[in-house]
């Protein structure tokens, strides 16, 4: 069974097998989620801006899990006292709770002390045959065809706040374009600017198969998987 926790803004937890993986866990912000009490072994990053690295390193360090990034980011993470595993676009990384690969996002990605960050990365993740397409920040792209042939994700995650990625307009057509039967949206409502019609976005994701689902950040489980 695939456990799938929306934290906030942009940070899932994923569950299988007694282990933890946490996206771009920004966490602070949620009460309702105690990462102190969560079994964590991983932990994957999009981007190094603030709203995605959030709390990472401070989890990592007590949970003696490892951030996985593209190097640039991981080597900052290393530099702050975390276990990392430097990663590059295009490759499976195996896990003990499944795979993930890191795929091109179209965005700015710097580390908190100005350094470049490396590239921005989306992450499909392939857990008891349940593939996630976590699209960390990015605007709407023809590499979400070449997703769909190379990795064909079920489920998305998908931004839709504007301003800084797509919108609910672009997010709906690259759900079309990933040929996901479940979105979920996400990076919506945290700041002023990226406000996000939901009931819009809803209607525009209800084509053929496809469902929206729209997951409170309060730590509400999804059961995906069947
Ligand atoms: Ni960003
Ligand atoms: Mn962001």
Request: proline share 4%.
């Amino acid at each position: 069974m695939v456990d799938l926790k929306y934290i906030g803004h942009s940070a899932f937890q994923i569950t299988s097998k007694d282990k933890a993986v946490l996206i771009d866990p920004w966490v602070d912000k949620n009460d309702n989620y105690n990462w102190h009490e969560e079994p964590i072994s991983d932990i994957l990053l999009t981007h190094a801006h603030g709203d995605h690295l959030g709390n990472s390193v401070e989890i990592a360090k007590e949970k003696d899990a490892t951030i996985t990034a593209v190097a640039e980011l991981a080597g900052y993470c290393k530099e702050q006292g975390a276990k990392t595993k430097s990663v590059g676009l295009g490759a499976w990384i195996n896990y003990e709770w499944g795979r993930a690969v890191f795929v091109p996002a179209f965005h700015s990605s710097s580390l908190p002390d100005g350094r470049y960050g490396g590239s921005a990365a989306g992450i499909i993740l392939d857990v008891e045959g349940v593939r996630i397409y976590h699209a960390g920040d990015t605007c709407l792209t023809g590499e979400m065809k070449t997703l769909k042939e190379l990795y064909a994700p079920q489920i998305a995650l998908l931004p839709i706040g504007g301003n800084y990625t797509m919108d609910v307009e672009h997010a709906a057509l690259a759900a079309k374009w990933l040929g996901v039967k479940t979105v979920i949206p996400m990076h919506y409502g945290t700041f002023p600017e990226i406000q996000a019609d939901l009931q819009r976005f809803a209607q525009l994701v209800a084509f053929g198969n496809t469902v929206c689902q729209i997951v409170s950040p309060v730590g509400t489980d999804v059961k995906n998987g069947n």
